[in-house]
């Protein structure tokens, strides 16, 4: 008989740890591969990203932007550098990442710019057509949805990936999960941006309200000063994705942004010496890549590019 007191014998938890070290390994194991035993929906490391063969003899005497950026040793694009998977600026180093800069980079090389000779600059949505009309930028690749009231000012190639509106709430949000469920919410997507103009003119009901970026929103929404953010589900996904446990995309994407890439409205040949660059980037591969290095860890598969729409001349 065991004396009263004494400690039970120290097999049971030996066991016990035992199980539960098998049991953890077995959680690594299954996490480590898909339902169906394939590995997890990531793409490469973000640091494998891929390299864009520079068009060394590439000219483009007709496009005005080009010879600019020729004479001055480089090119300067716009982006976005608060979106997670699309445009996001390493604070330290000051490196762009993601798939609109590989979009960027792609294009850059070619038009004959090696890596080294590509600046990026932000700009904020309400800001890129004074930037691109005045000559701040030479292009513009960052969530921006080809348009024609956006045409009368800017020319847009591409588009090189189509996106849709959607909504962001706050994980324990159950009233919301749709445009429909907005009225009386506070809203808040980036002024100058499509999703704003789009909430304001079909649900006139929200209490919208604008930032210049949509991680302002963000940080409104997290400190339960707005109940949803509103843009397009790359970017939205992007955001959920950094802290999963307070975020979540709700409801079905409610309209279609072809993103573009812009251009001065003017300048036609730099617009279709664009287009065919991502055309021939689509055809060897290298679009493919971009996404699965960037916009695919977000676990959505690399999606068909969008047909090119390769308007006339203005
Ligand atoms: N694609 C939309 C737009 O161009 C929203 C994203 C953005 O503001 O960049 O307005």
Do not use: H
């Not at 480590?32 to 590439?58: I, M, N, R």
């Not at 960052?142 to 020319?155: A, M, P, Q």
């Not at 009233?175 to 649900?203: F, H």
């Amino acid at each position: 008989m065991t004396p009263r007191g004494t400690p039970r014998a120290p097999r049971p938890p030996a066991v016990l740890l035992l199980l539960l070290a098998a049991l953890a390994a077995l959680a690594v194991l299954t996490a480590a591969c898909g339902k169906d035993g394939s590995p997890p929906v990531k793409g490469p490391e973000a640091g494998a990203l891929p390299t864009y063969e520079v068009d060394k003899d590439f000219t483009l005497p007709g496009s005005p932007t080009w010879e600019r950026a020729k004479r001055r040793g480089y090119l300067t694009v716009g982006a976005k550098e608060d979106q997670p998977y699309l445009g996001e600026k390493d604070p330290a180093s000051g490196a762009y990442s993601g798939f609109d800069i590989e979009i960027a980079r792609m294009m850059s090389a070619s038009l004959g710019f090696a890596p080294a000779t590509l600046r990026f600059r932000t700009i904020a949505s309400a800001n890129r057509e004074t930037a691109l009309q005045n000559g701040q930028i030479d292009f513009y690749v960052g969530t921006y949805t080809i348009n024609d009231n956006r045409k009368k000012l800017v020319g847009f190639a591409g588009p090189y990936y189509l996106a849709g509106q959607g909504l962001l709430v706050r994980a324990d949000e159950n009233d919301i999960k749709g445009p429909q469920d907005l009225a009386g919410k506070r809203v808040c997507s980036a002024a100058g941006s499509t999703p704003y103009q789009r909430i304001q003119k079909d649900y006139p009901k929200a209490d919208l309200v604008a930032y210049d970026t949509y991680s302002v929103c963000v940080d409104n929404l997290l400190t339960y000063q707005v109940d949803a953010v509103t843009t397009d589900d790359a970017i939205l996904i992007g955001y959920a994705a950094k802290v999963p446990e307070e975020l979540k995309v709700v409801g079905k994407p409610f309209s279609q942004e072809p993103y573009g890439i812009g251009v001065p409205k003017n300048d036609n040949a730099l617009r279709f010496a664009l287009d065919d660059a991502l055309a021939a980037r689509e055809k060897n591969g290298d679009w493919k890549k971009a996404y699965q290095a960037t916009l695919g860890l977000s676990g959505v598969p690399a999606p068909e590019p969008p047909a090119i729409d390769r308007y006339p001349a203005s």
